[in-house]
């Protein structure tokens, strides 16, 4: 999931929508690290899976959502029962770090066509590509609408090239997601 201004409200919709035995949710939020953690705590407090920042090296379970800290890319990488999550403080992409293509290029290239991708409200571009790539590996991708989103930004981008295969309203977004993963 990836989400800028306006994110932080439609995160937490999306994720009151989710059953906590979800499947693992990596999501980032473009905020500054001094509110990640909070951002975090706030919404585990909220919303029924459990919901951490992400520290790097955690196993990505069910019933876990992981928030990228602010000051890093999330990833998730294999490792030897499963994905771990990774940080990485490599230089931005799309102005931006943590960036939104850097975890779904991680998702497309581990997981590929079992992924599912999301894109919320947001200024900018950043998730658009990396959504297009999502999509092209076979994974089902999801974007906000413009009537529902603070900012039709992201979204509109990955709409605009095609990344995005269904376009919904912010409260239908996790009905949509989780429908998916049941079928």
Avoid at 53 to 75: D, R
Avoid at 129 to 139: I, K, V
Wanted: proline content about 7%; glycine content about 12%.
């Amino acid at each position: 999931v990836g989400a800028s201004t306006g994110g932080t409200e439609a995160i937490k919709e999306f994720l009151q929508g989710i059953p906590a035995d979800c499947p693992p949710i990596l999501i980032v939020q473009h905020m500054p690290e001094s509110f990640t953690a909070s951002f975090a705590r706030r919404l585990d407090s909220l919303c029924a899976p459990r919901v951490i920042e992400a520290q790097g090296n955690e196993k990505v379970e069910p019933g876990t959502v992981y928030i990228a800290p602010g000051h890093s890319h999330l990833l998730i990488r294999r490792g030897n029962a499963g994905f771990l999550t990774e940080l990485a403080a490599t230089p931005p992409v799309n102005r931006h770090r943590p960036s939104v293509d850097v975890l779904f290029d991680s998702a497309t290239a581990l997981v590929g066509r079992k992924a599912i991708g999301v894109i919320l409200t947001g200024m900018g571009k950043d998730g658009a590509q990396g959504l297009l790539r999502l999509r092209q590996s076979g994974a089902r991708t999801f974007g906000q609408d413009e009537a529902s989103c603070v900012v039709y930004g992201m979204p509109r981008e990955a709409f605009l090239i095609g990344a995005v295969e269904e376009q919904c309203p912010l409260g239908d977004i996790a009905r949509r997601v989780i429908g998916t993963v049941c079928v």
